[in-house]
């Protein structure tokens, strides 16, 4: 079952990432207001329903794939 | 205008940190086939419409965003 897992720093933590994403866009003249930068991870999981998956996926992002206390993740299980 | 770009590897183009991932996961315990791992930037663009954010947007990911060699993108602009 393919899935999708969107990792993104939560609002009023520190992102390096982002702002050097947004002072560079401006640089070259883009008109941007804030920018974040987080993950994308694209899984392929072995689960019986997209309930079992999405608490399987769950299980891992508490665990591995985010840190819970500085990033927030969103969860899509495609049928 | 808020949007959220989603850039991937493309396809066949080697991806160490999705291995890394995978292999991490697989360790744990989770039964996961292929992981591949990417960016979400979320931006907040000045644009007068949805239509003229995307393109703005794209042009972003073709001059800084992505590298459109061995990268894929993929735009939503929030209405």
């Known amino acids: 079952m393919k899935a999708t897992v969107l990792v993104r720093p939560k609002a009023g933590i520190l992102d390096p990432q982002g702002e050097a994403v947004e002072t560079s866009l401006r ?23 997209p309930d079992a998956a999405r608490s399987e996926i769950e299980r891992m992002c508490e665990r591995l794939l985010a840190n ?12």
Chains 1, 2 share one sequence.
């Open 68 to 79: 819970p206390l500085i990033e927030s993740y969103e969860i899509e299980v495609q049928a």
């Open 27 to 49: 640089q070259l003249g883009f008109p941007v207001g804030e920018a974040r930068v987080g993950r994308v991870i694209d899984l392929d999981v072995d689960a019986a329903s």
